[in-house]
């Protein structure tokens, strides 16, 4: 079974721009969950959508958005990109029925200059 | 304070140690605990999975939870060079919504 896949691996942009991040989950997984992972920070929940519905928000502005399509796959938007979005973005799939294991993907390296 | 608490380390020990990862919580209101390994430039990796307070053992792992001073152990028996990474500890009250700590990084010296 193929794991979670996430494009692009490395991206660089500059401040005010925005960025679109694509996750593919596992198969059959219906739930896609966001993360942050800075060097102070560590791993931050962002959001968490399951069948195209946004189940749970983390403390983010309203800069970072997400969606999810019928086929599970999501994307992830910020907008007005500050240098402090630099970070590893790591979406993690999931049946989505609870407490059932999260599985991440690689991440992608977003670097904001 | 954060919600987890886990000392970022780094951890050095020879090959062969046993070695103890530890976080503390403060939410009384997280059930499941979890504990993830993260290799350098890649995405975690779930290794241990708990419910409430005990131990589990997966070979030469033994996660440990004691939800009444909200401590949250890893052990790892016989370290291996091949173990060298981040531990991350999560815990949630349920669902997907996952609180990590910051982290520990392991280095296993031959």
């Known amino acids: 079974k193929a794991g979670v896949t996430q494009t692009p691996r490395y991206l660089i942009k500059t401040r005010g721009q925005q960025v679109t991040l694509s996750c593919s989950p596992i198969s059959g997984h219906r739930s896609v969950s966001w993360y942050q992972q800075t060097p102070g920070q560590g791993l931050q929940f962002l959001f968490e959508?399951?069948?195209?519905?946004?189940?749970n928000k983390g403390n983010f502005p309203g800069r970072f958005s997400g969606r999810q399509f019928s086929n599970s796959r999501s994307e992830m938007n910020v907008s007005t990109l500050e240098l402090g979005d630099s970070a590893l973005y790591l979406c993690?799939?999931?049946?989505?029925?609870?407490?059932?294991?999260?599985?991440f993907g690689p991440g992608t390296r977003l670097t904001v200059l | 304070q954060k919600e987890v608490e886990q000392d970022p380390g780094p951890l050095s020990v020879p090959e062969g140690a046993i070695v103890s990862l530890n976080c503390t919580y403060s939410?009384?209101?997280?059930?499941?605990f979890m504990w993830y390994r993260q290799y350098s430039r890649k995405g975690p990796e779930l290794l241990m999975y708990?419910?409430?307070?005990g131990n589990k053992e997966d070979g030469r792992f033994t996660a440990q939870v004691d939800k009444s001073s909200k401590y949250i152990s890893l052990f790892i028996r016989d370290s291996q060079p091949s173990d060298s990474a981040t531990y991350l500890c999560?815990?949630?009250?349920?669902?997907?919504?996952?609180?990590f700590g910051t982290g520990t990084q392991l280095k296993v010296e031959l």
């Open positions: 959508y399951f069948s195209e519905t946004q189940r």
């Open positions: 993690a799939s999931s049946l989505g029925r609870g407490e059932d294991t999260q599985y």
């Open positions: 708990t419910y409430s307070s």
């Open positions: 999560a815990s949630t009250g349920g669902g997907n919504k996952l609180t």
């Open positions: 939410n009384s209101a997280f059930q499941y």
